[in-house]
C-alpha cells in the first residue's frame, strides 16, 4: 500500500458569529485509507468537510490536492479536481432510474441531443461490477431501499470520476445490516485504491472501518490515531473531554400495574395511507417498552395517536386503566397523564422564540397556577423555570432565555423537564436522543432510567436499534404497521435488526 | 455531572422558514430598523420630491407644520401665519385614532402567523352598522346610544373578519384571499345600502346617494376643539387604551399565550394541546374587532354620514398594514407608527398650506412614502440577501487574483 498522501487540509480556520467552527485543524487523507473523522454533533466535522467540498470557504488555512494547493468555490470545482461527497441526506431524484441519476450531468447522448438510456444503463452496471456495488440500473429510485439510495450516490460520485470518497454519517439511516454491507462496499473501495473520509459520532462503526481516526471537539483537532490501540473508552473521552459512562447500567426492571394500553389500533397518514395496521400492546409502570424499527414503518402515526395529535381510524387506548372514548385531543391525552417527548424538538417539543419558562408552561398555562379564568400570571411561570432549571441541570440561559439560544442538548432537557415535571402516568418518548452529542445522550438515559426506577411507565420509539436494546426491558419490533415480533431484554442485534427489515423468525 | 455546554454551530441549525428569519432579522435590527426605514423612505421621497423641481426642505417643513406638529415642538422656522397649529395637530390625532386600531387590527392577527388584509372591509362593515345604529334609536340618551353603536360596530366587524378565520380553521382557506374577497363584499355592500334606492340611504335627499346623518344623541363628545369645526373626540382615548388591552391580551392572557404560541409554531402549540383552529378563529374575530371600532370611532366621532364616493375613496384600513409593520406588530410600535403616518396623512392634504407645497404633488408623497416603508420592511429579508451575495462575489473575485497569480 502506498503512503502517498492525496489530501491534506491545513490549519483551516472557519468563523461563524459567536463561534469558532473550526479553529486550526489539520487532516490528511493518504491512498487507499479509510480515515474516520469522529466528533460530537457541533464538533465541526461537516463545517471542514464543507470547507473540502467547496460549499464553505475557510477563513484560514489551505486545501492541497495531491501537492497541489487548491481552492474550490463549488462543488462543481472538487469533483473535478476528484472528490466525491455523499450527504447524510440523499441528492437523489425520485422519478428518474437509478442510471439517470447516476449520469446526471455528465450524460452520455445521441446525436449529441437525446439521452442513451442503453449506454446509460450498461456503463451503470459495468461501474457496480467493477466496485462490488449491487444496483439495478433500470429501477425508479422511489422504488429502491435506502441502502440501495445509498449506493447510487456512491456510484454517483464514482462515476465523475472520484478518488477521494466523502461519507456524511452514512450509517445514520441504514439499518445494521445495510450498515455492515456499507463497511464491506467501503472496504472494497480501499481494495480499489479510493481513498475515503468516514464522518461519524458513533465509535462501534469508526473502529470497525478506518484506519486512523482524527478526534475533532468544539472545532479543534484532539488527535489523530491509527485504529490499532484505539478503544471505545479512549475515543469517547477524546470527543466529550471527561470520562463518559458508555453502557447503561440499569437494574432489573419492576412492572407493575399497566399504565398504557393499546388494542388493534389502525391509524392513518396525512395522505391516507394505513401506517399503523392493527397493533396491541401494553406498557406496565416501572418498565421501559422500546418499539425498534426502520424509519417510516408507522412509528410517527402510533406515537401521535397515543398522544392525541392525530384521531385513529380504530382501535382503543387506555391511559391507566381507563379507556379514553370519543374524539381524542392532545389535551385530554396530556390531563389523562400521557408525557410525550417529540421525535422533533425544535418542529414540535419547543416554540424556539418562546423563553424558558413560557415553553416549560406549555401544557399547563391554561390552569393554576399558572392562570386563573384566562389571565396569566407570569411570575408564576419564572418560579417554575428557576426550580426546573436548577434541578434539571438546563444550562446556557435562565427562565428568560430563548429557547432558540439553547445548545440541542439543553433544549431537549426542558423537553425532557417539562414532560418529566408533570409525573405522566406513562412516558412516550420517541427518539429522545436525535441529534444529540454523547453527553447528553447519557443525560436523556439516565433520567429514563430514573423515571422508570420510580415506577413510571415508558414508551421508547427509537430509530437507533442500540439505545433500544440498552434501554427497554422489552422490545416490540414495527414493521409496515405491524408488531412483527417481541423479545426481552439482552436480544441480539442480528435478531432484532432481521425483523425490522420484515424477515420472519424461526419458529422460537 | 457535567453535560457540554456548547453552543450550537450554524451547521446544525435546521433552515428556518422565510417568517421566522424575517422575524429573527427584525428582532436583530431592534427598534434601531424601523427608524432607519422610516428615515430612508423620507429621504427616498425628498429626493424624488427634488427630481421635480420642488425644494424638499420646504416640502417637509409645509407637511411637519400641515400636521399640527408645530403645536407639540415648536420650530424656528415657523412660517405659519394662520396659526392652525392646534387645529392640524387635534386632526392629525382623528386620524391617528383610525390608524392606532386598524393597525392592530393587522398586528394582532399576525402575532398568531394570520396576515388580515381585510382591515378595510372589516372597517367598512363597523361604519355601516355605527351609522344605522346612528340614524335609528334617535330617541335614547347619548352614553347607551354611542355604547350601542360602538358596540355593535365592533362586533360586525368581528363577524366579518370571523369569517375568514371560520374558512381558515375549518377548510384552511388561506386568510389574504379570502379577507380581500371580503373586503370586496363590503365596499360593494356599502355601495347597495348607501346608494339610490339602498336601505340606508337617506331620506331627506333621494338624488344623493349617502346615508342618513347620525343623530346627535350618538355623536362622541369632542374634548379638543369645536364640535362643528370636526374637534378630536374622545374616541383617541379608547384608542390609546386599546394599546393597552392588545398588549394585555398577548402578554397576560392565557389566549395572548396561545395566540402566540400558534403564530410562532403550530405544531408545537398542538402538541401543547392549544386548539390551532380555535386561535385562528379568535385571533381573526378580535382584529375584525379592532378594525369595526375604528369605524364606529370614525363614523359616530367626526364623520356622521357616508356616502358611496367614501366607501369607494377609503383606504385608511389598508394603511394599517403599513403602520402594522412599520410598528413590528407591537402596542408601543404601532401606535408610534399610527401617529407618524396619521401626521403624513392629514399633513399633506387639508392641513398643508397650498402656497407651501401643491396639496395634489404632496398626497402622492405620501403614497410614496408609506409604499416604500411597506418596501423597505419587506427588504430586511432581501438585504440580508444582498449581504450575502456581496460576500460570495467577493470570494470569487479573490479567486480569480489567486488564479492570475498561479
Not at chain 1, 461501474?127 to 456495488?133: A, E, H, Y
Not at chain 1, 439511516?173 to 473520509?197: H, W, Y
Not at chain 1, 478526534?215 to 473508552?233: K, S
Not at chain 2, 392549544?274 to 369605524?295: E, N
Request: charged share 20%; proline share 4%; glycine share 12%.
Amino acid at each position: 500500500m502506498t503512503e502517498q498522501t492525496v489530501l491534506e487540509l491545513r490549519g483551516i480556520t472557519k468563523r461563524y458569529p459567536g463561534i469558532v467552527a473550526n479553529d486550526h485543524v489539520d487532516f490528511d487523507l493518504r491512498a487507499g485509507e479509510v480515515h474516520a473523522l469522529l466528533g460530537e454533533n457541533g464538533a465541526g466535522k461537516s463545517t471542514l468537510m464543507n470547507v473540502l467540498y467547496g460549499l464553505t470557504k475557510a477563513d484560514e488555512g489551505e486545501t492541497i490536492v495531491r501537492g497541489r494547493p487548491v481552492s474550490f468555490s463549488s462543488a462543481r470545482d472538487a469533483i473535478a479536481a476528484g472528490i466525491g461527497m455523499v450527504h447524510q441526506h440523499f441528492m437523489l431524484i425520485p422519478v428518474m432510474t437509478v442510471a439517470e441519476n447516476i449520469v446526471l450531468g455528465v450524460e452520455p447522448s445521441r446525436n449529441g441531443v437525446l439521452l442513451d438510456e442503453a449506454d446509460a444503463e450498461r456503463r451503470v452496471a459495468e461501474l457496480s461490477r467493477q466496485f462490488g456495488l449491487a444496483v439495478e440500473p433500470g429501477a425508479l429510485v422511489s422504488t429502491i431501499s435506502v441502502g440501495q439510495q445509498q449506493r447510487v450516490e456512491i456510484l454517483k460520485a464514482l462515476y465523475r470520476g472520484a478518488e477521494i470518497l466523502v461519507l456524511d454519517e452514512p450509517t445514520a439511516v441504514l439499518t445494521p445490516q445495510e450498515a455492515a454491507e456499507l463497511f464491506e462496499i467501503v472496504r472494497s473501495l480501499k481494495a480499489d485504491g479510493k481513498s475515503v473520509v468516514f464522518i461519524s459520532h458513533k465509535l462501534n462503526e469508526v473502529l470497525e472501518v478506518a484506519d486512523r481516526i482524527t478526534v475533532l471537539r468544539r472545532g479543534r483537532r484532539i488527535d489523530t490515531v491509527p485504529r490499532e490501540g484505539a478503544t471505545e473508552e479512549g475515543l469517547a473521552r477524546m470527543m466529550v473531554g471527561r470520562e463518559v459512562l458508555l453502557r447503561v447500567d440499569k437494574a432489573p426492571p419492576a412492572p407493575a400495574e399497566v399504565a398504557l394500553e393499546v388494542e388493534d389500533l389502525h391509524v392513518r397518514d396525512d395522505r391516507g395511507l394505513e401506517k399503523v395496521r392493527g397493533v396491541s400492546f401494553s406498557v406496565r409502570r416501572g418498565e421501559i417498552v422500546g418499539i425498534a424499527g426502520v424509519d417510516g414503518n408507522g412509528q410517527t402515526e402510533l406515537v401521535e395517536a397515543i398522544t392525541g395529535l392525530r384521531a385513529p381510524e380504530s382501535g382503543r387506548i387506555a391511559v391507566a386503566g381507563t379507556t379514553l372514548h370519543g374524539r381524542v385531543t392532545a389535551r385530554r391525552m396530556l390531563d389523562a397523564g400521557v408525557g410525550h417527548i417529540p421525535e422533533d424538538r425544535q418542529r414540535r417539543g419547543l416554540v424556539l422564540e418562546f423563553t424558558i419558562a413560557e415553553n416549560l408552561a406549555l401544557h399547563d398555562y391554561h390552569r393554576p397556577p399558572d392562570s386563573r379564568r384566562g389571565w396569566l400570571f407570569p411570575a408564576r411561570l419564572l418560579e417554575r423555570a428557576a426550580r426546573l432549571i436548577a434541578e434539571f441541570d438546563i444550562r446556557g440561559g435562565g427562565p428568560l432565555t430563548p429557547a432558540r439560544a439553547l445548545s440541542g442538548g439543553n433544549q431537549q432537557k426542558v423537553v425532557v423537564a417539562r414532560e418529566v415535571a408533570r409525573n405522566p402516568a406513562v412516558l412516550v418518548a420517541a427518539q429522545p436522543t436525535r441529534g444529540l452529542d454523547v453527553g447528553a445522550i447519557e443525560y436523556v438515559h439516565r433520567r429514563l432510567l430514573a423515571e422508570r426506577d420510580t415506577g413510571h411507565a415508558i414508551l421508547l420509539v427509537s430509530l437507533e436499534l442500540d439505545e433500544v436494546l440498552s434501554l427497554a426491558d422489552r422490545i416490540l419490533v414495527l414493521y409496515e404497521g405491524r408488531i412483527v415480533g417481541e423479545h426481552a431484554a439482552g436480544a441480539s442485534e442480528a435478531e432484532v435488526g432481521f425483523e425490522m427489515l420484515g424477515g420472519r423468525r424461526q419458529a422460537a | 455531572m457535567s453535560a457540554p455546554t456548547a453552543t450550537v454551530p450554524p451547521e446544525q441549525e435546521p433552515s428556518p422558514s422565510f417568517a421566522v428569519r424575517l422575524g429573527v432579522a427584525q428582532r436583530a435590527g431592534g427598534i434601531v430598523v424601523p427608524i432607519l426605514t422610516a428615515v430612508l423612505a423620507f429621504l427616498a421621497g425628498g429626493i424624488v420630491v427634488a427630481a421635480t423641481g420642488h425644494n424638499p426642505w420646504t416640502a417637509y417643513r409645509g407637511i411637519w407644520q400641515g400636521a399640527g406638529f408645530n403645536w407639540l415642538f415648536h420650530v424656528p422656522w415657523d412660517t405659519n401665519t394662520v396659526h392652525l397649529d392646534a387645529f392640524n395637530l387635534s386632526q392629525t390625532l382623528l386620524v391617528t385614532t383610525t390608524l392606532i386600531l386598524t393597525g392592530l387590527a393587522v398586528a394582532f392577527p399576525f402575532r398568531c402567523g394570520l396576515f388580515n388584509i381585510g382591515g378595510q372591509g372589516q372597517y367598512l362593515v363597523g361604519l355601516i352598522v355605527a351609522n344605522w345604529v346612528g340614524v335609528s334609536f334617535a330617541s335614547w340618551p347619548t352614553l347607551p346610544h354611542v355604547l350601542l353603536g360602538v358596540g355593535a360596530a365592533a362586533a360586525a366587524g368581528a363577524v366579518w373578519a370571523g369569517i375568514a378565520g371560520f374558512l381558515k380553521a375549518a377548510t384552511g382557506a388561506h386568510e389574504v384571499i379570502s379577507t380581500i374577497m371580503l373586503n370586496w363584499v363590503a365596499i360593494w355592500g356599502g355601495q347597495y345600502l348607501f346608494g339610490q334606492g339602498g336601505p340606508l340611504q337617506n331620506t331627506q335627499n333621494p338624488a344623493a346617494p349617502e346615508s342618513g346623518a347620525v343623530a346627535q344623541s350618538a355623536h362622541i363628545p369632542v374634548f379638543w376643539g369645536s364640535p362643528e369645526l370636526q374637534g378630536l373626540d374622545v374616541g383617541f382615548f379608547v384608542a390609546l387604551a386599546m394599546l393597552v388591552v392588545f398588549w394585555v391580551l398577548l402578554n397576560r392572557t392565557t389566549l395572548g399565550y396561545e395566540v402566540r404560541a400558534v403564530g410562532y409554531n403550530p405544531d408545537a402549540a398542538a402538541y401543547g394541546g392549544i386548539d390551532v383552529r380555535r386561535s385562528y378563529l379568535v385571533a381573526m374575530a378580535i382584529s375584525g374587532g379592532f378594525a369595526g371600532l375604528a369605524g364606529a370611532l370614525d363614523m359616530l366621532g367626526y364623520l356622521f354620514q357616508f356616502g358611496t364616493l367614501d366607501v369607494q375613496a377609503s383606504q385608511i384600513g389598508f394603511l394599517g398594514i403599513a403602520v402594522a409593520l412599520l410598528g413590528r406588530n407591537t402596542a408601543v410600535g404601532t401606535g408610534i407608527a399610527a401617529f407618524l403616518f396619521g401626521g403624513l396623512l392629514y399633513g399633506t392634504t387639508r392641513g398643508l398650506d397650498p402656497n407651501v407645497f401643491d396639496p395634489s404633488l404632496a398626497g402622492n408623497l405620501t403614497s410614496m412614502i408609506q409604499g416604500l416603508i411597506v418596501l423597505f420592511v419587506g427588504a430586511d429579508i432581501f438585504i440580508l440577501y444582498l449581504w450575502n451575495a456581496r460576500r460570495k462575489v467577493r470570494s470569487r473575485r479573490r479567486r480569480l487574483h489567486e488564479a492570475a497569480a498561479a
